[in-house]
C-alpha cells in the first residue's frame, strides 16, 4: 500500500461519491475504528483476541470469538453489542460516543457496504494501513488550479480571489459589503504590512490623492518599508519557534547567538526572497554551499552567501535544547531537542501533527510510526544522538573583514611580544641553570648539562638517575617550575618580573582584539551518519527492527521523483536535507504551497481558510474556500514563491477592501463570517500594540536588527524590558520583534495581550479579552510612560487643536462634535483635579491622561 499509481488515485477521486446519508466504511465507520480500536486489532504485531479492523471482509470474519459483524443486523452483530455496553474499547479515554455508536450500527444495518474494492492481500498485524480513501484527503491531492469563474454577477474582469470568493456568496444569497473608506483602507494595510499606524500625513495624502493607482501606490510603498520584515518576519519566527533561550528546564539558559536568525529573516522578507529559496535555505543551508562542521565558520567569514545560509540553519537550532543545561537525563534532553525539532519543521512547513506518530501509528491520520523516524532519518545527521554535541559547539564565530584585519594586526603584535617573552624565560632559565650547576662538582657539570638538555623520556639510565636522584634538583628545574627556583634567590622576583610583565602586555594586547558574534548553525560532521531505527513505544532507550532510510510521509510517496539520498556521494554532507528540500518545493509536493498560502492569509483576514493553520490532517477542520485554496497555492508557485506579489493580489481585492460592518441578514446566513461577506475585525497581536503605542507617541526607535533587548523581573515581580530608564541609545523603544523572547520569562505586556509561548513553536496565536489586558493599559508602567510624550506632541493654542492633534495621532482622523466636546470637558475636569492635588504641570498631566484612555480603546486596539 505504499505506492498507489495514479490511475488508481484517479478513480479514487472520481468515484461516485456515497450521499451524505449513506453511511459507508471508507468515509465514516474507518475513522471511527482508526481512532478507538485499530491499535489493538490490527496496528499492534499481536492482534487482540485475534480480531482485525482494518478490512470490512476481516471485519465480517471476525476473531476468537466469531464474525464481529452480521450485515443487515446489527443488533446480532458483536461489534456493536460490544461497543454499547462499553466493553469495548476497555479503555475509559477511549470509548465511542453514542453518535459513533450509531455510526457503526447504521452501517452494518444497510449491509457494511464499501465504496471501493478492497486490497487482495490481507495486511500483516502490526502494519498500517493506509487507504484509498485516506489517500483522497483533500490536503493530500496534487494542486490543481481551478478555472476562474467566466462572470459573476459583481461583474466581470473581478479579481480571481474576488471571483471564487463571490462564487461561495452567492449561492448562499450573500453579496461584498461595500468598501471601506480609505481611512479604514490605509490603516488597515498599514497595521497589515509594517504591524505600525500610518502617520497622519500619509493618511491626508492617501485621502486627497486622485489618481486611479493610489492604493496600489500605498501598497506599494509599505512593501517596499523596512518595516515590512520585521512586521511579517515576526509572524515566521512563530512558526519557526524563535526563541533567545533553551527552554526544557529551570534553566532556560540564554542563547546569545539566536539573534542573527531573526535578522536573516528580516532581511529576507525584507527582499522578498523567494519561499521555494527561503525553505532550502533554513533546512539545508549547510549542504547548499557545502559546509560542514568543520568548514562552517571558515566558509561564513569569507564568502557572504555562504554566511547567509548557514544563518539560515538556525531554523533548525530554534527548538528548546536542554541538552546543554546539566539535565537529569542527558540523554532524554538529546531526544527531546530532537523531537522538538521534528514538530516545529512538520506542523510550520506540512501543517502535520507528526509527534503523535512517535510512539505509535497516528491515530487519526494515515502516518506510520515508521515515519516519523524515516523523517527523523533526514535530520538524524545534523542531530546525531551518538556523537552529541552540545548547544556552544554548535555554532560559527563571525567576524566582519575590517574586525579579522585588525585582530591579525593586533595578534602579530601580540605574537612578537610572545616571542620576547619566550626569549627572557629562556634567558633566566639558563641563569637559574648555571646558578644549580654550581653545586655540582666541577668534573660532572659538562655531563649535568647534557643530561638536563635531554628530554626527559630519552635520557640514558645514567641521566636519569643523575637528574632524579644523585641531583634531583637539576631534575626538578624546568620551565613551570623555574618560579620555586627563582623565589631562592635575592634577585628572583626581578627576573621573573622581566618576563612575566611581557606576557601580561601581549595578554592585554589580546583583550582589544575584537570579539566575535555567532551564529547558531545546524551542520553535519563528515563520515558520522548515525543509524537510524524505530522507538519502541518512543522510547529513546529502546531502538528497534531494521535501520530505517530517509524518507517523507508514506501517504505522499507518489508526488516523490526518487528516493533520498542515505549519503550522497557529490556533497561533503549525506545530502539527505537537501533532497529533502528541493523535494518539498518542487511544486509537486501536495502540502507545502496549500500550508504557505493558508498562512499568509490568516494573517490579513485573522484567520486561514483552512482554521487549522498547523493541522491539514482529519484532526484539522475543512477549508472554507477549497478552490480559492488550490489557485492561490498554485499562483504563489507559479509566480515564483513571491510574497510581495502574493500581498499586492489579495489586497488589491474587493474581498480585501470590503467593510467591515455587520450586517443582520447577512450575519443570520453567516454569523461567522465564514464565507467573507465582510472583512474581519482583528484586534492588534501583543507586538503591534506596543509598536503602536511607541509610534503614535514619537518615542519608537527604528532602528534595525541587532542583539536582543534584555528582559528582567523588576522588584514587583513583572518581566519587563530591562532597564527601568531609558538609555542613552533608545535600544528599549524599539520594536518589539528586538526584545529577547525568554521562554521562561514572557515580558508582561505583551504576554497579557497573547504573545505565544514558544513550546515549541506557534502556529495561531490566541486572541483573548481579558482583564490583564485592561490593567495593562490603565496600569501599567509603558502606558503610562508613553502617554506623556504623546501628550506632549499635541501643541496646540486651545484645548480644541489639542484634542484634535491627539485624535489625529492615535486614530487617524478628526473628532466628531461630540468627542470633542466630551473631551474639551474631561480635559477642564481633570486639569482641575490634578492642580488641586498639587500635580506638577496639571495641564500636560492631563492631556496624558486622556491619550492614555485613547490607547486604552477599542478604536485604536482593533483594525476594522
Known sequence: MRYLCLPTLLSVLLAPLASASEVTFERDVWPILKTHCVGCHGESKKLAGGLDLRLRRMIATGGESGAAIVPGKSDESLLINYVRSGEMPPQAERQLAADEQDVLARWVDAGAPTVHPEPKEDPRPGAILITEYERSHWAYRPIHQPQIPASQPEGDGLNPVDALIAQRLHEKGLEFAPAADRRTLIRRASFDLLGLPPTPAEVDAFVNDPSP???????????????????????WLDAAGYADSEGYNDKDLVRDDAWRYRDYVIRSFNADKPWDRFIVEQLAGDELVGATHATAE?????DAASLEALTATGFLRMAPDGSGSSPADARLARNQAVTETMKVVSTSLLATSLACAECHHHRFDPIPQEDFYRMRAIFAPVFNLQDWRM?????????????RKLAAEVEAQAKTLDQQHDRLKQETMELILGRVLESIPAER?????????????????????????????????????????????????????????????????????????????????PQQVPTTRLFARGDHSSPTGEPLDPAGLTVLDRFREADFPTDDATLPTTGRRLAFARYLTSGRHPLVARVLVNRFWQHHFGRGLVETVGEFGRQGSQPSHPQLL??????????????????????????????SRRRPAAEAIDAENRLLWRMPVRRLEAEAVRDAILAVSGELNREPFGKPIDVEVT??????????????????????????????????????????????????????????????????TFVLQQSRPLADRCAGDSAAARVRRLWRLVYGRMPTDVELESAEHFLQDQTSDLAGRNVEDAERAALASLGQVLLSSNEFLYVD
Open 213 to 235: 493607482r493610489a492604493y496600489a501606490d500605498v501598497i506599494d510603498r509599505l512593501l517596499q518599508s523596512p518595516h515590512y520584515g520585521e512586521r511579517w518576519g515576526r509572524h
Open 298 to 302: 571558515q566558509l561564513a567569514n569569507h
Open 391 to 403: 548547544p556552544k559547539s554548535r555554532r560559527a564565530a563571525i567576524l566582519s573583514a575590517d574586525d
Open 445 to 525: 657539570r659538562e655531563f649535568a648539562r647534557q643530561a638536563f638538555a635531554t628530554p626527559k623520556d630519552k635520557r640514558s639510565e645514567a641521566q636519569r638517575l643523575f637528574c632524579d636522584e644523585e641531583f634531583p634538583m637539576l631534575g626538578l628545574l624546568r620551565t613551570g617550575t623555574l618560579h620555586l627556583f627563582l623565589a631562592r634567590y635575592q634577585d628572583g622576583d626581578d627576573l621573573k618580573k622581566q618576563y612575566e610583565d611581557v606576557l601580561a602586555e601581549a595578554s592585554e594586547l589580546r583583550s582589544t582584539k575584537p570579539a566575535p558574534d555567532y551564529i547558531r548553525v545546524a551542520t553535519e560532521v
Open 630 to 659: 488550490d489557485w492561490l497555492a498554485a499562483d504563489f508557485m507559479q509566480g515564483g514563491w513571491q510574497l510581495k506579489r502574493w500581498h499586492r493580489l489579495v489586497m488589491t481585492s474587493r474581498t480585501y477592501q470590503q467593510s
Open 715 to 780: 522588584e514587583g515581580g513583572i518581566v519587563d524590558v530591562a532597564g527601568g530608564t531609558v538609555s542613552p541609545d533608545q535600544r528599549e523603544l524599539k520594536r518589539s520583534i528586538y526584545i529577547q523572547v525568554r521562554r521562561s520569562q514572557p515580558v508582561a505586556m505583551l504576554d497579557a495581550f497573547d504573545a505565544p509561548r514558544m513550546e515549541p513553536n506557534c502556529s495561531r496565536r490566541v486572541v483573548s479579552t481579558v482583564a490583564p489586558q485592561s490593567l495593562a493599559m490603565l496600569n501599567g
